[in-house]
């Protein structure tokens, strides 16, 4: 009987030291991996599905931490090459010199946050600029980069008008509706789902057009999330579990704009309210826009932006097909 108890008592003393042993390990199993996403600017509505997946526990669903950072001076591109940041948000347009050649960046587009081009040229109304040539004789503020400038070259030329003509001046503007009020300038750039819908809002009659109506190649790709190379072909699976989260964000943006719109102002409080509600409601019909799958990036239109830069000498070495971009990393 003696010798029963005795291995009776062993029995539960290796069971127990099994259990001790065990737990270190399911724990270690379950340590969330830490993510950092670089922005491009501020928190703005191109950025409320990251703010509502976080907000809504998505990335930790997926068994993920997710730092948000303010991009550093040389932009997030710069970042997320390093390595510093896994993620980060860019633009098809300024991602293309970094593509190829002797400046590359082992940086990929994995997904796209809005699927059409929302820029064009604001104006105030009836002065004739709600055309490209309408802007012969008139100021227009420019940052003066190459891509930026051959835009409004091609689309002032093909509607008959003499780029030539047009006074570029410096751009100094930060905030657009102050700018056109006070005649500093006649003209802007800008996305018309933070710019414009703050025009609306404010009362300020203005006359716009857009570059992917005059011209489908300007239907590129802006803004778009990028992945640093090394990460997504070591994590492949961990940057689909980002991704995974961040597509239900911006789902629920989507079908939720206005409760959207209240997480994003609680991240960011020094946002207007007003403007970002409009501004969410307008962004929920371009996040997905005609496309079932979020975040997908057409080959055809990043393509046929890109040789348009190759035909037009605005790439210092020739972008090959399908370069800078990839669907891998998508959730189905």
Known sequence: MKNTKNFAAMIAAAASMSLIVSVPAFAQAQEPEAITFVLDWTPNTNHTGLYVALEKGYFEDQGLTVEIVQPPEDGADALVAS???????????????????????????????????????????????????????????????????????????????????????????????????????????????????????????????????????????????????????????????????????????????????????????????ELAAASQDYLANQYKADVERWGYIDPERWNAFYQWLNENDLAETELPMNAGFSNAYLPE
């Open 83 to 273: 390595g510093k940041a896994q993620f980060g948000v860019s633009f098809q347009d300024t991602m293309a010199p970094g593509v190829v050649g002797d400046n590359a960046l082992p940086t990929t587009a994995v997904a796209a946050l809005i699927q059409h081009n929302t820029s064009g040229i604001v104006s105030r109304k009836g002065e004739g600029m709600d055309r490209p040539r309408g802007l012969e004789g008139h100021k227009y503020a420019t940052w003066d980069t190459p891509i930026e400038l051959a835009m409004i070259k091609n689309v002032v030329e093909a509607d008959g008008g003499d780029y030539d003509k047009i006074e570029l001046i410096p751009s100094t503007v930060t905030d657009e509706v102050s700018a056109l009020q006070s005649n500093s300038v006649d003209a802007i750039w800008i996305f018309y789902g933070w710019a414009g819908v703050k025009m609306e809002l404010e009362d300020l009659e203005t006359d716009y057009f857009s570059f992917s109506d005059i011209n489908p190649v300007f239907d590129y790709y802006t803004p778009v999330i990028i992945g640093n190379n090394d990460f997504l072909q070591e994590n492949p699976e961990t940057a689909t579990k980002f991704l995974t989260a961040l597509r239900d964000g911006y789902e629920f943006s989507i079908a939720n704009p206005q409760e959207a719109a209240e997480i994003l102002c609680s991240a960011a409080p020094e946002l207007d309210p």
